[in-house]
């Protein structure tokens, strides 16, 4: 019974030192173990490397392993998410290590010095196997992590048949397809810009540009110079609203979001694009503003 307490107790902890919590539309309900099971995992796999035991098959599985999460995250700005991505491949490994060092838990004999750690660590995986599970019914990338209800259908598409979204954002995601729809611009090549590439995919308009979503720093800001200057005439804008003001000269109550663009240089080369093709806005709601060139 006090074992048990002491494990409640263990668990209470983690939570309390920020290992987790319980909003599973977010990443940090998951993150911090999942960046400890990595660790453990790169642990194992040197000990793997090193140990005299290990069949040569083993040692080549477990180097392998270790120069993908080494090589993984190179060239990416999501930071420790790309190995994390590649679990797939590296879970099933460190499971099975675990496995074998937990296992005499589960065997009648004497106590052992290591069984307490042994103990911790099982309860450490099954906290793991339970958040992660929950997290991945939760989540949805970039959609409702405050808890909003995410009850919300758009109608008359195809491709968003069946999905739901937060009241807001589908109220704004369905007024740009009506105004996209009844101006027959569905299908019509687009530049997009302040994270918005899914538009691309749910009204099936071409980037005119090699990359939707092109604020991305991964996305090189001279590559995006150059495909900015070869833009043809007649190419349709579609940009965050918040964003859309600033381009257009509208005034912006945050102070901190006018800062971040007018110090971005990709932001600061779309604004001239826009001044320089007399852009106006021809359709803008809370969430969106979309441009074209005036043609008068």
Known sequence: FFYGVGLLIYIR????????D??????HSVYMLVVVFLIIS????????????TTADEKLLALVLLLLIGITPLGSN????????FLFLLAPFTFSKLYEWIAPLFEKREVQVLDSLRVLVLVFVAVLTFQTAFFGLSFVFNEGYTGEKRDANI??????????????KGKDIQ???????????????????????????????????SNPWSDLPSFPTALFIKEMQDIKEGTLVIVRKSLGDWLVDKP????ELTQS??????????????????????????GFMVLQEDSR
């Open 13 to 20: 902890w983690l939570q309390q030192q920020g290992m987790f």
């Open 261 to 286: 663009y007018q110090t971005n240089q990709k932001k600061i080369v779309l604004k001239e694009f826009i001044e320089e093709r007399n852009y106006v806005p021809v359709f803008e709601n809370a």
């Open 42 to 53: 790169i642990l194992l796999l040197i000990w793997e490397i090193i140990k005299k035991k």
């Open 155 to 168: 109608e008359n598409s195809v491709i968003m048949n069946g999905m739901t979204t937060t009241l807001e």
């Open 175 to 209: 007024e740009l397809q009506n105004y996209l729809k009844s101006n027959e611009l569905f299908g019509q090549n687009v530049l997009l810009h302040g994270n918005i590439p899914g538009i691309s995919y749910l009204f099936e308009m071409p980037s005119v540009i």
């Open 22 to 27: 319980f909003n599973y539309r977010y990443y």
């Open 252 to 255: 912006i109550e945050n102070q």
């Open 78 to 85: 999501n930071h420790l998410y790309p190995n994390l991505n």
